[in-house]
DNA sequence: GGCCAGGCCTGAT
DNA sequence: ATCAGGCATGGC
């Protein structure tokens, strides 16, 4: 267990040994990325990014683990964040461990054996609605599944292997492979990225595979890390929506 | 109370 | 290949 304090322009991590850092949370946090010059490359000739990463230029994309990032995009499907939140923690409750830290009890994210024995009915108490049984068919494909041979592939291989996860579609897919760092030019396309897009890169194209393309053809390997900056600046003004305007 | 949410599956063209 | 319609649940 360890414990992030936002200090300044610092972070200080406690209960954390150096080799714990190292081996773990070095890889978690992105920290081995030049984040200055990814911004630097991302500007150039790009008013539109320029604005974006000046709006939250801390934003990172952490290389999560696939097995809980896979389970928390199939709950993300045409769903709220706030819910999205209390299902996964809903989760967790029944179904992690608990672990006593200072005066709480935590739990951590349920293994897949565990979720891959449940039934619709008996995962009903997290209230994902019929992200169930794609919920339970995940977890039973990940123990049938060797995750190493996915960091072998370039980044449409391992699109077409999550893609076959009953219930995971091209943005879900996306998601995963972007946030547990196997895609790096992966552009999911979600509501707000496709309003942002057609509002400030007007000509990105109208159907979600066209904007994706043309944003890994602009961005490259740079791509997830664009994503961000213009889904986190999209959502906080609104872009696209009636009523709002860029800042 | 109705519209919407970090979409996907199915069945029909 | 593309497209409508349905889908569980609850936030606002």
Redesign the pocket.
């Known amino acids: 267990m360890v414990e992030a304090e936002n200090a300044g322009r610092n972070i200080i991590f406690h209960n954390m040994s150096p080799s714990e850092f190292v081996d773990v949370w070095h890889g978690y946090f992105d920290l081995g990325r030049d984040y200055g010059a990814v911004q630097r490359k991302l500007s150039e000739n790009d008013p539109v990014m320029e604005r974006a990463i000046a709006f939250a230029p801390g934003i990172r994309v952490l290389r999560q683990d696939f097995y809980e990032t896979l389970i928390s995009f199939i709950i993300?499907?045409?769903?709220?964040?706030?819910?999205?939140k209390?299902i996964i923690e809903c989760l967790a409750e029944n179904y992690g461990t608990p672990v006593a830290y200072r005066e709480h009890i935590l739990y951590t994210f349920p293994g897949a054996r565990v979720l891959s024995s449940q039934t619709e009915e008996s995962l009903?108490c997290i209230?994902?609605?019929?992200?169930s049984k794609y919920i339970i068919r995940a977890a039973q494909r990940v123990l049938e599944l060797d995750i190493d041979t996915l960091c072998g592939m370039d980044s449409k291989g391992v699109r077409q292997e999550l893609l076959k996860?009953?219930?995971?579609?091209?943005?879900?897919?996306d998601?995963i492979g972007l946030y547990s760092g196997l895609m790096s030019d992966a552009f999911?396309v979600?509501?707000?990225?496709k309003r942002v897009m057609a509002t400030l890169y007007p000509g990105s194209g109208t159907?979600n595979?066209e904007i994706a393309a043309f944003a890994r053809k602009k961005f490259g390997s740079l791509a997830g890390i664009a994503?961000?900056y213009l889904?986190y600046y999209a959502?906080e003004n609104r872009i696209g929506i009636e009523g709002s305007d860029d800042p």
Not at 127 to 131: D, F, K, M, V
């Open positions: 993300s499907q045409n769903n709220n964040i706030p819910r999205i209390r009903g209230r994902a609605g019929y992200r996860f009953y219930g995971v579609g091209e943005k879900v897919a998601c999911p979600d509501r707000w990225v159907s595979e994503q961000q889904f959502r």
